[in-house]
Structure formats: C-alpha cells, structure tokens
C-alpha cells in the first residue's frame, strides 16, 4: 500500500465512501482531480455543497427538490386525489419518463427491512398518513419495488391505510419480480400501471 500525502489521502478516504467505490476507483478519481485543470475540483467542490445547501425535500409529497412545494405538488393540472407510493426519487423520475401517470406521489426514501433495520418509521409513512387523513385521496397505488423489502412495504402499507377508507391498489407484476422500479422501461411501467390490481 502506498502512502500518500494527508490531503491526498483524505480525498481518496472520501470518494471510497461513496456507493459502488472501493479503494482503487477511490485513488484513481483522486489522481484524476489532482492531475487535471484546477477548474474541475473547483466545480466539483461548488456542485457538491450546492447540492446540499438547495436540495430539500418537498414538504407534500418528500421528494427532493429545489422549490417547496415540488412542481409536481404545484401542478394544478394532475389529478390530486390519486397518490402513487414509490421507495426513492429516482422512481418518480422513471415514472415520469414512461408519461403515463398523471396523478401525484409520494416518496417513503427506502423500503422495510429487517435485515438492514430500517422500520416504518425511517421512511415517511407518517407523512404519508398525515396526507392522506387532510386531503382528499381517492386511491393510493403502491408502486414499491417487487422484491422482499417491496413486497413487506407495500404489504405494511395497505394493511394501516385500509381503514382510512381509501382505495388501495399495487401495481401489476409487469414488473420482473426482484428488480427495481428505475429499471423497467416505459412501455412496462404503464402496463404495470394500468393494470393494478386492488389490494389484498
Ligand atoms: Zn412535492
């Protein structure tokens, strides 16, 4: 193992913090930033901060967004009384890509899992129900991945927001079971879509 110097060291230490980046990618990104114009760590390190400081979540709905309500919260156009549940922000964005959905939604930011401790009450089930007891929801789509995690999500859910007399739907298996909602294209996503199922 080599040793660099404390700053050197110190972004390699970083970059293997992120997902997907172990030691080696972590040290050939840091010798990327090092070895190129000082223009990129300068955008880089403006991007990063920037990111943090402007992207929050949107107090309707919990996706990420740089204005609160989010535009899909603000768009008068959808219609507000369907709400489509998915894990991440990134599933919205695939959602919308497929332009099929013209309802709303709402992001829990992961799924139940035991293995990994996360419980309902790490997602943002409590804003969820919160939403769904002030306004008027006609139906809920659960549209949580199909694997385990998914599956106990979308199961959970149904089960406590039932007898808030709301219609609760999942999407149909269109979706490969064990894959990820940002993985289906298009043309899959609104067959899934249109033909959920009422739940239990
Ligand atoms: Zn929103």
Redesign the pocket.
């Known amino acids: 193992m080599l040793y660099y110097s404390g700053p050197v060291a110190r972004l390699v230490d970083e970059f293997t913090k992120l997902p997907g980046i172990g030691p080696k990618t972590a040290q050939r990104l840091a010798f990327y930033v090092l070895n190129a114009p000082p223009e990129l760590a300068q955008g880089l390190a403006k991007a990063l901060v920037e990111v943090r400081h402007s992207i929050k979540r ?6 990420l ?1 740089d204005e ?7 768009d008068t156009s959808r219609n507000s009384k369907i709400l489509c549940v998915v894990e991440e922000p990134r599933d919205v964005i695939a959602m919308e890509k497929a332009r099929g959905y013209k309802g ?2 709402h992001v829990l930011h992961g799924a139940i899992s035991p293995m990994e401790g996360i419980s309902p009450e790490d997602l943002t089930i409590k804003e969820l129900l919160k939403r769904i007891k002030s306004t008027e929801i006609e139906e809920v789509i659960l549209a949580a991945n199909s694997d385990i995690e998914g599956e106990t999500t979308a199961l959970y859910l149904a089960r406590i927001l039932k007898p808030l007399g709301v219609k609760v739907t999942r999407i149909a298996h269109g979706i490969p079971v064990g894959s990820d909602l940002e993985y289906a294209d298009a043309m899959t996503l609104i067959k899934a879509l249109e033909g959920r199922g009422e739940f239990g």
């Open positions: 949107c107090t309707i709905c919990c996706n967004t609160d309500p989010c535009s899909i919260c603000r709303h939604y």
